[in-house]
């Protein structure tokens, strides 16, 4: 048994089946999640009192959504930065509740990504609005975010000897993990996937190439979907419907361009620390890992920054068979299938949370035996330009 601080828990977890829902705006998906997660916890409307949005629904989130609800918060935090924008509200509610400024803190997301047809990953850095910092220097050059993740593949495997093969492993990995996940083949059959099927390394490596060197099945689907969380003070947590699953650890990052800069170097190696010292606990002792998937390499990156192998070693790391939940080595990976098999609807950090306390109350699809910790963590905006690190350790009360 685990003995860090028991500070905030969560206790109530949902994620909206359907990955194509024409017709649902992504307030009706939030809603009903929020309802679902409550009901899960065994908590009401009226026992919340922290509101923690990415600004993914309707406009001014904070407000409206909050009436749309119908209750009136003593906590409103609309931080967006991105897919890791739920890590970070993770760390705040921990934070608010330890503070005494809310005893229930409510995290929602929604989003239609599919049904809306956003070709999320042939954007430019600035996602077509506004010029910013970002899209000034990248834009002008034809950069979009998939050819971005793709030139730190090809830096990662110019510097370290990665190979596409070894990358292969983690798409293979995650989608043996989604075949178990019966929300996770419908996904992929209403997506229209070519082989709704456990896939290998050639299958990757012989899906056409869409940013050299990502394959297809190198990159993550674009989905409809949504999810909740909801974290609770240790005093409310322990009268919840089920156990709780204690957030020990949390650590926030951002990173962007500078010159001489490592591109193969994300956020996670500031948020990785921080959450470790903070849960008093080492990557080795990790039992599942959560890590937005929105490609293969980010994923090979964010081992190595977050302290899982030494930076270069990412690839012989996953080569080790290691990744399967049930494997004898540490950790298994994105045990739903992940951003790559299961979905993707543009922000992905809410499922990471809710498949590690899915793990950790026993209850995966692809269940790891005597699982006591897990990792989420989310990544924001783009790697190699600006982009954040949201790191969440969890245990097993």
Request: charged share 20%; hydrophobic share 40%.
């Amino acid at each position: 048994m685990v003995s860090q601080r028991r500070d905030a828990a969560i206790v109530g977890i949902y994620e909206y089946p359907k990955r194509k829902a024409p017709g649902v705006t992504p307030l009706q998906i939030k809603a009903e999640c929020a309802a679902r997660a409550l009901e899960d916890a065994g908590l009401s409307w009226k026992d919340v009192d922290g509101l923690y949005d990415a600004q993914d629904g309707a406009g001014m989130a904070g407000l409206s959504l909050a009436e749309y609800f119908g209750f009136r918060p003593n906590v409103i935090d609309t931080t967006a930065v991105g897919g890791s924008s739920y890590e970070f509200h993770a760390a705040h509610a921990k934070r608010d509740i330890a503070a005494g400024r809310c005893k229930v803190a409510l995290l929602t997301y929604g989003s239609t990504a599919h049904s809306d047809a956003r070709r999320i990953g042939t954007m430019g850095g600035g996602g077509g609005g506004a010029p910013s910092p970002l899209s000034n220097m990248t834009d002008p050059y034809g950069m979009t975010l998939i050819s971005n993740y793709a030139m730190v593949a090809r830096r990662h495997m110019h510097q370290y000897g990665t190979t596409s093969e070894q990358l292969a492993r983690i798409a293979v990995a995650t989608r043996a993990h989604a075949m178990r996940n019966p929300e996770a083949v419908q996904a992929m059959t209403d997506l229209e996937f070519v082989g709704v099927n456990e896939i290998t390394v050639d299958d990757v490596l012989n899906s056409r190439m869409i940013a050299d060197p990502l394959h297809l099945l190198d990159c993550c689907m674009v989905s409809d979907g949504g999810g909740a969380v909801v974290i609770a003070a240790p005093e409310v947590a322990r009268d919840c419907r089920k156990k709780p699953v204690w957030i020990i650890g949390a650590g926030e990052a951002t990173s962007y361009s500078e010159n001489g800069s490592d591109i193969t170097v994300s956020a996670a190696a500031q948020s990785g620390p921080r959450a470790w010292a903070e849960a008093d606990v080492r990557p080795d002792e990790i039992d599942v890992a959560m890590i937005y998937d929105s490609f293969t390499i980010t994923v090979l990156v964010m081992l190595e920054d977050l302290g899982f192998c030494k930076k270069g070693e990412g690839g012989a790391f996953v080569s080790e068979q290691r990744l399967r939940f049930d494997s004898p080595l540490k950790p298994a990976l994105n045990t739903d299938g992940g951003g790559l098999s299961s979905n993707h609807p543009g922000m992905r950090g809410i499922f990471l949370l809710i498949e590690s306390t899915r793990q950790l109350r026993g209850e995966s699809t692809s269940q790891v035996k005597d699982a006591r910790l897990a990792v989420a963590h989310g990544n924001g905006g783009m790697l190699a330009t600006s982009h954040t690190g949201g790191t969440i350790v969890l245990a097993r009360d």
